[in-house]
């Protein structure tokens, strides 16, 4: 058996790290041979989350495409052809079609609401290309679509008959829980993520500026982000690195997740959240979606909406180191339980020779 992923992102992006490069070692120790193409080759990846210079990035795209094409084309050797998310960012989806066409069992996986429009924060032209409708098109053409929570498989039940849910899982082996810091007299409050979702900090600004008021070397530490400042935050920013990412996890103290209170949010499959818990961190997230069945809480994590539940919160957990170690322990367990890589890593291997095994279409 031999499989071919097709991903948008190089292993740095958090989406198809998750959802593909992690559980490639399954695919080793199971004899399965694959390729692993993503769309955007890292030099790419790294220019389309920054601002400005559009030309450099409309000639990575180029170029990304032409693979991307060539990919695909070429693809008629493999028995299961598995799309992270869609072929190409924008466009119809003609390559899918040609996928299809050819008989090759695809499965299609995606952890975002991918047909519904959101603008690009760094490359507004690429808004002008976006057709989020080509998901609906894509569904019907999947033998498999996997989702990363039940709102996103149900939207794509409507039009795949074999929508699955299937959970991001974490590496417990990577992501070894925190052990408490002791004699620090600062507490910091973490958000990990990438520049695209660092505006949703913005939700919480009012919160974050009281409580730095009231609370002396409290500080606010983005990993992955660059552009949040507020004269009167202590803000320390960190690009994220791979190699140093759980470091900066056991450095912090509580982790943030604000989501806005819309339809997009309901597409977020609680990763975020997710990792924090992993290493032992108490998470405070916006009660919405997934978030709602990923995190009991005040036992695992906390939930809340209006600036003021964020502020009591957050004010809670700042005076209470104790508090912090219990939801903390609590929330590490909960993800051995329910989202360890060591039991996702089997399953995942089990739909490929499913969806492999039913062969290709006449």
């Known amino acids: 058996m031999n499989v071919l992923f097709l991903t948008k992102y190089p292993s740095e992006g958090a989406s198809s790290r998750y959802r593909v490069y992690q559980y490639l070692p399954y695919l080793e120790a199971a004899g399965i041979g694959y390729r692993v193409q993503p769309f955007m080759a890292p030099p790419a990846y790294r220019a389309i989350n920054r601002s400005g210079g559009t030309p450099l990035k409309a000639l990575h795209t180029a170029w990304a495409v032409a693979r991307r094409v060539a990919t695909v084309l070429g693809a008629g050797g493999y028995d299961l052809v598995f799309l992270q998310r869609e072929c190409l960012?924008?466009?119809?989806?003609?390559?899918?079609?040609?996928?299809?066409?050819?008989?090759?069992?695809?499965?299609?996986?995606?952890?975002?609401?991918?047909?519904?429009?959101k603008p690009s924060p760094h490359t507004p032209l690429a808004d002008v290309f976006k057709r989020p409708h080509r998901l609906l098109e894509i569904f019907r053409l999947a033998d498999c679509v996997l989702a990363g929570n039940d709102w996103l498989r149900e939207r794509a039940g409507e039009y795949c008959a074999d929508a699955r849910t299937f959970h991001v899982a974490e590496d417990l082996e990577r992501y070894t829980a925190r052990t408490a810091l002791r004699d620090r007299s600062s507490v910091v409050l973490g958000w990990l993520g990438s520049?695209?979702?660092?505006?949703?900090?913005?939700?919480?600004?009012?919160?974050?500026?009281?409580?730095?008021?009231?609370?002396?070397?409290?500080?606010?530490?983005?990993?992955?982000?660059?552009?949040?400042?507020?004269?009167?935050?202590?803000?320390?920013?960190?690009?994220?690195?791979?190699?140093?990412?759980?470091?900066?996890?056991?450095?912090?103290?509580?982790?943030?997740?604000?989501?806005?209170?819309?339809?997009?949010?309901?597409?977020?499959?609680?990763?975020?959240?997710?990792?924090y818990m992993a290493v032992g961190l108490p998470a405070v997230c916006t009660r919405i979606g997934f978030n709602c069945e990923l995190i009991r809480d005040g036992e695992t994590g906390f939930l809340v909406r209006e600036p003021q539940e964020w502020h009591q919160v957050l004010q809670r957990l700042i005076q209470d180191p104790g508090l912090r170690a219990r939801v903390g322990t609590a929330a590490r367990h909960a993800v051995e339980a329910r989202f360890s890589l060591r039991q996702q890593g089997p399953r995942f291997v089990e739909i490929l020779r499913e969806v492999a095994a039913r062969g290709r279409r006449h």
Do not use: C
């Open 89 to 117: 960012p924008f466009g119809a989806p003609w390559l899918e079609r040609v996928l299809h066409r050819r008989g090759i069992p695809l499965i299609f996986d995606y952890d975002d609401a991918l047909f519904l429009f």
């Open 195 to 275: 520049p695209s979702t660092e505006k949703y900090l913005e939700l919480i600004r009012e919160p974050l500026r009281a409580l730095s008021r009231e609370h002396d070397g409290l500080r606010l530490r983005i990993v992955g982000g660059g552009r949040f400042a507020d004269a009167q935050i202590a803000v320390e920013h960190v690009p994220w690195n791979l190699d140093t990412e759980l470091a900066q996890l056991h450095d912090f103290d509580i982790g943030l997740m604000p989501l806005p209170l819309e339809e997009w949010s309901l597409g977020k499959s609680g990763g975020k959240a997710r990792t």
